[in-house]
């Protein structure tokens, strides 16, 4: 019994760490569940409509970097040398949770008529009771409030061969993004 409480305990520290990270650089599996990353749809023979979608742990800026990188990568790997962002969007989608103490709640409904009490000293203010029957700000009023942001970048990027144009602030040299944002990358550790 000891060895599967034990065993049952690993596996969900490990789902629970592996949920504790920000999305990696990754792609989207469609059909598995997934904590986010990257895809993209060929619009025209070079034209991609790109996104990036972030779990809670992954901030704005990294959800837009990993957007441009694989905008990057596509124009590379499509035999491409620059990109130009035609339209770009970055939603935030956000989540707050109101839930009561959970100390507190586990009192109610399992000892029938009966419902603890406390006394408690308050400083400067002498001694004080609590009873939920007569109410008070002791437990019963405490709520935890969560709120979670997550991030979703999309971008239409329009691949171009030769020389990027000089002074077109849409037009990124693909070569030198991947460069320069390689060493911020981080990708899904190996099982």
Avoid: H
């Avoid at 469609?30 to 904590?35: H, N």
């Avoid at 008070?136 to 979703?152: C, H, M, Q, S």
């Amino acid at each position: 019994m000891f060895g599967r409480s034990l065993a049952l305990s690993v596996v969900l520290a490990t789902g629970l760490a592996a949920c504790a990270t920000p999305t990696p650089y990754q792609p989207v599996v469609m059909g598995k569940a997934s904590l986010g990353g990257f895809s993209e749809q060929r619009v025209e023979a070079n034209r991609f409509r790109v996104s990036f979608n972030g779990n809670s742990l992954t901030s704005r800026e990294t959800v837009e970097g990993y957007l441009l990188f694989r905008a990057a990568e596509l124009t590379t790997q499509n035999g491409y040398d620059w990109f130009t962002i035609v339209e770009r969007d970055t939603d935030k989608k956000t989540r707050t949770y109101v839930e009561p103490d959970p100390f507190y709640r586990p009192w109610y409904g399992s000892y029938g008529l009966w419902r603890p009490s406390w006394r408690y000293y308050g400083g400067g203010f002498g001694w004080r009771g609590w009873d939920p029957f007569w109410g008070g700000a002791f437990l019963g009023d405490r709520v935890d409030v969560r709120t979670i942001e997550k991030y979703e970048a999309s971008a239409e990027i329009l691949m171009q061969k030769g020389v990027k144009p000089e002074g077109d602030a849409s037009a990124f040299d693909a070569r030198a993004v991947t460069e320069n944002l390689r060493p911020r990358i981080k990708y899904p550790e190996s099982k």
